[in-house]
T-cell receptor, first 116, second 113 residues
Framework: DSGVTQTPKHLITATGQRVTLRCSPRSGDLSVYWYQQSLDQGLQFLIQYYNGEERAKGNILERFSAQQFPDLHSELNLSSLELGDSALYFC???????????????FGPGTRLTVL | GDSVTQMEGPVTLSEEAFLTINCTYTATGYPSLFWYVQYPGEGLQLLLKATKADDKGSNKGFEATYRKETTSFHLEKGSVQVSDSAVYFCALSERTSYDKVIFGPGTSLSVIP
């Protein structure tokens, strides 16, 4: 158990809908990272937050957004869902630092999103 | 941009066989290199890492050596067990910050008794 929790474990929805994925980092970790894992694209970095502020952006679509709350949990919002958004979405956390983390990322178990 | 290439799987081995999973990278700077493992139904876990040329990372019987001259970081284990069945990801990040990690496509390993 990495200490990172993600809810829900599975999500099935229809095209055009909007969903929210939730992540609680390990106690004491300030950085949260979101990744998308799909068969055709592999594991893609989406976005990182550090202590409530957006730190880095990767291959995140404009239909997707995220935020990190004062209690450090994070939510990833996916809207206008398309079939191609079906994937495993992982959250990871690390201690982090203002100048860039030199610490390992710990991954949660993931949320499997199926868009029908 | 930076990228990681791994040998294609799936790889199937008998228990106690020798394992090699090849990994090569392309990077503009001087990266840190990692191997992550993903067991069925779980998230990724860091298996080992190396931060400079000729460093050897090791953990749980797995080893990988940072070869700058060949831009490689091959994963090896002398004797695999059924419990090693998983997907293995080679990855890199900037040397000074592990915030943005670039992963390879993953190599699925199945070990049969």
């Amino acid at each position: 158990d990495s200490g990172v929790t993600q809810t829900p474990k599975h999500l099935i929805t229809a095209t055009g809908q909007r969903v929210t994925l939730r992540c609680s980092p390990r106690s004491g970790d300030l950085s949260v990272y979101w990744y998308q894992q799909s068969l055709d694209q592999g594991l893609q970095f989406l976005i990182q937050y550090y202590n409530g502020e957006e730190r880095a952006k990767g291959n995140i679509l404009e239909r997707f957004s995220a935020q990190q709350f004062p209690d450090l949990h994070s939510e990833l919002n996916l809207s206008s869902l398309e079939l191609g958004d079906s994937a495993l979405y992982f959250c990871a956390s690390s201690v982090g630092s203002a100048s860039g983390s030199r610490n390992e990322q710990f991954f949660g178990p993931g949320t499997r999103l199926t868009v029908l | 941009g930076d990228s990681v290439t791994q040998m294609e799987g799936p790889v199937t081995l008998s228990e106690e066989a020798f394992l090699t999973i090849n990994c090569t990278y392309t990077a503009t700077g001087y990266p840190s290199l990692f191997w992550y493992v993903q067991y069925p139904g779980e998230g990724l876990q860091l298996l080992l890492k190396a931060t400079k040329a000729d460093d050897k990372g090791s953990n749980k019987g797995f080893e990988a050596t940072y070869r700058k001259e060949t831009t490689s970081f091959h994963l090896e284990k002398g004797s695999v067990q059924v419990s090693d069945s998983a997907v293995y990801f080679c990855a890199l990040s900037e040397r000074t910050s592990y915030d943005k990690v670039i992963f390879g496509p993953g190599t699925s390993l199945s070990v049969i008794p």
